[in-house]
């Protein structure tokens, strides 16, 4: 029999090569995922509709609520007991001046309040915190609570905004005014308080209670002017969101409270 030559070998071989390629199933590739679709940054143009209130040569807004604060709750004041003292950022209280106390918003925030009960309103600096009753947002000096028409009633349903400083940019030709960079409202060093107690053993009595649960909590001493108090507080994390959680946990775990930031 005559031997195949080599060209003969080779085509043989590519031709199995080929039917073996036919017969086998091909895995389909696995379809690459996607990265995110970036979010555009929030506009920092201020909205035409926007009301300018110029303090002290800048102009201010209230911040559009995406990246800004409102809340809605309940003003008091706090006057003669406190004039003189010191704030919780280091200056010295003055009831006379127009100034404001929260729980949580950075120092030196500027707010819009308004009196929901009159419609009249005011631009506020916070430069203290408080206060410190759960049913409460906002303290304002004597002289703000003046300018909104509370005084005699003492307390005041209101709507707080936090206000952002805005310049204008641009040409001759086509101006805009846009907000500069603000604080982060949601950021902070944050606790719930859940107690607060003229004798210090019954803070502490409490104190003992959350670290036996794996709570990190501090016993604050506050000096009101007439009385000295021990406030019990609960580590709650470093964003409002979570500090609010907290808050709804130590409730349900019958130790009611309100958030604070240091």
């Known amino acids: 029999m005559k031997k195949p030559s080599l060209l003969t070998l080779l085509l043989v071989a590519l031709l199995a090569l080929l039917l073996t390629g036919c017969g086998t199933k091909r895995i389909p590739s696995q379809p690459q995922p996607q990265p995110p679709a970036k979010r555009p940054p929030p506009s920092t143009a201020v909205p035409p509709t926007q009301r300018p209130y110029v303090i002290m040569g800048r102009t201010y807004y209230p911040l559009p609520s995406a990246e800004g604060f409102v809340e809605t709750g309940v003003a008091s004041w706090y006057g003669p007991n406190f004039h003189g003292r010191k704030t919780a950022n280091g200056e010295t209280y003055d009831m006379n001046a127009v100034s404001a106390a929260h729980k949580t918003l950075p120092m030196n925030t500027y707010l819009l309040v308004k009196n929901l009960e009159n419609d009249r309103e005011i631009v506020v600096r916070v430069n203290d915190r408080g206060p410190f009753a759960k049913e409460r947002i906002i303290d304002l000096s004597k002289a703000a609570a003046e300018k ?65 649960w794996g709570r990190k909590a501090v016993v604050e001493t506050y000096d009101r002017g007439d009385a000295l108090f021990y406030r019990v507080q609960v580590r709650a994390g470093t964003r409002l969101t979570e500090a609010k959680h907290m808050e709804t946990v130590m409730e349900e775990s019958g130790y009611p409270g309100f958030v604070v930031a240091r």
């Open 148 to 212: 909104i028409g509370m005084i005699g009633k003492g307390t005041a349903r209101v709507q707080i905004a936090a206000m952002g400083e805005a310049q204008n940019f641009g040409t001759a030709d086509r101006r805009i005014e846009r907000f500069l960079p603000h604080q982060d409202f949601q950021a902070g060093e944050f606790y719930v308080q859940i107690g607060s107690f003229t004798e210090k053993s019954n803070a502490d009595r409490l104190k003992d209670k959350m670290l036996s």
